[in-house]
């Protein structure tokens, strides 16, 4: 998906290679420092600028490329300092750097985010997901039977090759950067700690809301 993952805030600990793909523990995130949680980002595509909100922050608007520094300094206050800091950016073009080792989107099931709020007795934001395409179905989980299975998708053909496993980062309120909920043993109350899949793009294309999605 264009500008998916594009930009990444390496740590100061991280050990990582220009235009190659690095694992997430590279990375500041949101697993170590809930704070980064309640970011939100809106992208001007045409100067590759992006506007940084936060609660406790000024926005920012800034074109991550030409200042990093910048970025880095808006990252750092919101990130325990105790671990490792927001160092420098990183950019992958063509993949960007996603949590799977192959370039993957996200499937995610409403259906089975609500059997988790059902689980929870309360409503959840799906922004604790943070996936790439939501489809609406009557059947919970039923993602986890697509795997190694085509699915079309508007015009484009995706095939997802494993769950997406999960982490402390969906225990974090996406409004606050606080942890509140404890979506973990709510997942393993299901059997597993997996919640939407992970797809490779078989077939590119445009998708638009509403666009049916359908295992072939």
């Known amino acids: 998906m264009p500008f ?3 930009w990444s805030v390496a740590h100061d ?44 922050r000024p926005d920012l608007t800034v074109n991550p490329d030409s200042d990093p520094d910048a970025l880095i300094a808006w990252t750092v206050p919101l990130v325990p300092q105790n671990r490792a800091l927001p160092s420098h950016v990183m950019r992958l073009d063509g993949r960007g750097y996603t949590d799977s080792d192959f370039a993957s989107v996200t499937l ?56 997406t ?5 969906t225990t974090t309120n996406p409004d606050t950067g606080h942890r509140d909920i404890e979506t973990l043993k709510a997942l393993q109350s299901f059997g597993h700690q997996d919640f939407s899949v992970r797809a490779r793009v078989i077939e590119g294309g445009t998708i638009r809301p509403g666009d049916k999605v359908e295992p072939l």
């Open 108 to 163: 995610c099931n409403m259906a089975s985010h609500h059997a988790v709020e059902t689980h929870l007795k309360e409503a959840l934001s799906i922004h604790r997901w943070r996936g790439n395409i939501w489809f609406d179905s009557q059947e919970p989980w039923v993602e986890f039977d697509w795997i190694d299975r085509d699915v079309r998708v508007g015009d484009s053909i995706l095939r997802p090759l494993e769950r």
């Open 13 to 56: 600990a991280a050990r990582v290679e220009p235009g190659v793909w690095s694992p997430c523990q590279n990375f500041s995130r949101v697993s170590k420092a809930p704070a980064l949680m309640a970011v939100t980002i809106r992208l001007d595509e045409a100067t590759e600028t992006v506007t940084l909100s936060h609660p406790d």
């Open 4 to 6: 998916d993952r594009l």
């Open 165 to 169: 496993d999960r982490c402390l980062a």
